[in-house]
Structures are given as structure tokens and as C-alpha cells.
């Protein structure tokens, strides 16, 4: 099962290329943390964005759209 990378840029060559019938992608996104008690001082593990700040999760929308571009490729539209 392809994976790793794959996002709505690659999908489509991928699955072409590949005849594969199921692919392995994240669709990550990211959105503000609940979080109440924030320390601006502190950079978030290495990183300047403030990514301790963050919940990552799964965009639908992206998931719908790889799977869109996918089933193109499979179909042949």
C-alpha cells in the first residue's frame, strides 16, 4: 500500500503509476488548542510556529479530495 507523501499534489500520478487500489495518507490539519495557560516565551519543541499551541487532526475535506482525485485515476474520467 503506498504511502508517506502522498497528498492531493501526488495522488493522482501515484495511483496511475501504480495500478494501487487503496493508498495510506494522513490529510493532516491543524488547529488551535484549547489550551488556556500558554507560555509565549517557550518556542514549540524546536519550532518557531507555536506548534505546542496546536491540535492536529484530520481534515474531511482533504480526505474527500484525495479520494475524489483517486477515483478519477481509476475510472479513467
Known amino acids: 500500500m503506498p504511502g508517506s507523501g502522498v497528498n492531493e ?14 493508498i495510506h495518507f494522513s490529510a493532516t490539519a491543524f488547529r488551535e ?6 507560555n509565549e516565551k517557550i ?12 491540535h492536529r ?8 479530495t484525495m479520494r475524489k482525485l483517486a477515483e478519477a485515476v481509476d475510472s479513467g474520467i
Open 33 to 38: 488548542s484549547a489550551m488556556t495557560c500558554r
Open 9 to 22: 499534489n501526488t495522488v493522482e500520478e501515484l495511483v496511475r503509476k501504480s495500478k494501487a487500489t487503496e
Open 57 to 64: 487532526t484530520v481534515d474531511p475535506e482533504r480526505v474527500r
Open 43 to 54: 518556542a514549540g519543541m524546536g519550532s518557531d510556529e507555536g506548534a505546542e499551541f496546536k
